[in-house]
């Protein structure tokens, strides 16, 4: 029905930067909410940021807090994390998450109800 393709990761020095992407295709969507998180090796998938279409109400985690942003592109149904100033830490598998409601919590991984394939992120030091 819907399928969401993850790119842009890589590798990065601490310090640097990198700009993920996140493509909807199949069903189009005008509302609802995407999101992006991560795993890191043993590790449990976490929240990253979140946004929401109506409004473009933006959440982030903690950790990524003033360093990461999440925007849009609603003509072209894309989600992009700009990941600035990376730590090792920020090492992990980025997922990109849909959700076709505007009531989920945007940091409640619950209630997202597609995945992307992930994308690599390798911060090193």
């Known amino acids: 029905q819907v399928q969401l393709v993850e790119s842009g990761g890589g590798l990065a020095q601490a310090g640097g930067s990198l700009r993920l992407s996140c493509a909807a295709s199949?069903?189009?969507?005008?509302?609802?909410?995407m999101g992006w998180f991560r795993q890191a090796p043993g590790k449990e998938r976490e929240f990253v940021a979140g946004l929401g279409w109506s409004y473009g109400n933006t959440c982030y985690a903690d950790s990524v807090k003033g360093r990461f942003t999440i925007s849009r592109d609603n003509a072209k149904n894309t989600v992009y994390l700009q990941m600035n100033s990376l730590k090792p830490e920020d090492t992990a598998v980025y997922y990109c998450?849909?959700?076709?409601?505007?009531?989920?919590?945007?940091?409640?991984?619950?209630?997202?109800?597609?995945w992307g394939q992930g994308t690599q992120v390798t911060v090193s030091s």
């Open positions: 199949g069903r189009t969507f005008s509302s609802g909410a």
């Open positions: 998450a849909l959700s076709y409601s505007d009531h989920i919590v945007l940091f409640d991984i619950t209630g997202y109800d597609y």
